[in-house]
């Protein structure tokens, strides 16, 4: 174990395994450094160079450092654990994301992502959320209002004209895609394929 801390989900692990480093929230795996492929395709679908990203959960930083890479003028990085932030200012997850956090086109609010979408409708070129698992197997409760018909309405208000609203999944959810279809102008889905079974899950929506 590299770090523990009460965190806003319950108990916030940080630990080293099998040469990864891997985030537990309240018990429930969220993220580690071994792959990154998903959550950078998150970003790199839907961001175009000199827009501006809200990112929805920091995790170990992979989904951020794309839309540094991506070219964003401006990227807004929403984080509801203010202890994980700073495992990263600290370096424990790698010089890259805590340089990251420090690079001046990144603007940090440590809050909840549903919150703060309400707050700006209108602000973003591309809207990138992972904060759970997928609509079917959320980190903490309250974040099913991110999924559910009034939050994914909320999150496509806070588009520009002509914005994408990018949502991860560890895996397929007819039900949720099915209602993100009906709310959604258009709906274009993208697997990654991973070892450890059902591929990961992207989709990308524009406002209707
Ligand atoms: C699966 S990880 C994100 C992985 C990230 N895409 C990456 O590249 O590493 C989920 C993150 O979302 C955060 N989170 C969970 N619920 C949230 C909420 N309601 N608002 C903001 N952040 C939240 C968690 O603390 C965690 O850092």
């Known amino acids: 174990m590299l770090a523990r801390a009460q965190g806003v989900s319950g108990e916030l692990v940080l630990r080293e395994h099998e040469g990864r480093r891997e985030v537990i929230a309240g018990g429930v795996f969220l993220m580690d450094t071994s792959d990154g492929r998903s959550e950078r395709l998150l970003v790199s679908g839907a961001v175009r160079p000199g827009g501006h990203v809200l990112v929805g959960g920091l995790g170990v930083g992979s989904s951020l450092q794309e839309a540094l890479d991506a070219g964003a003028a401006h990227v807004t990085l929403v984080e509801l654990e203010p202890a994980l932030v700073g495992w990263h200012r600290e370096g424990l997850l790698g010089a890259a994301s805590a340089a990251a956090l ?10 909840d992502v549903i919150d703060v979408l309400g707050e700006r409708p209108g602000a ?23 999924y559910g018909d009034a939050g994914l309405a909320t999150a496509l208000a806070a588009l520009r004209p002509g ?28 697997e990654v394929p991973v070892r450890r079974g059902e591929p990961d899950v992207v989709w990308f929506a524009t406002a209707p």
């Open 163 to 190: 914005g994408v609203l990018a949502l991860w999944s560890a895996g397929p959810s007819p039900e949720f895609e099915r209602r993100l279809r009906g709310l959604a102008g258009g709906v274009r889905r993208e």
């Open 124 to 146: 973003y070129d591309a809207v990138c959320l992972d904060t759970d698992n997928g609509p079917d197997w959320l980190v903490r409760q309250e974040n099913g209002a991110l």
């Open 102 to 111: 420090t690079d001046p086109r990144v603007e940090l609010v440590v809050a």
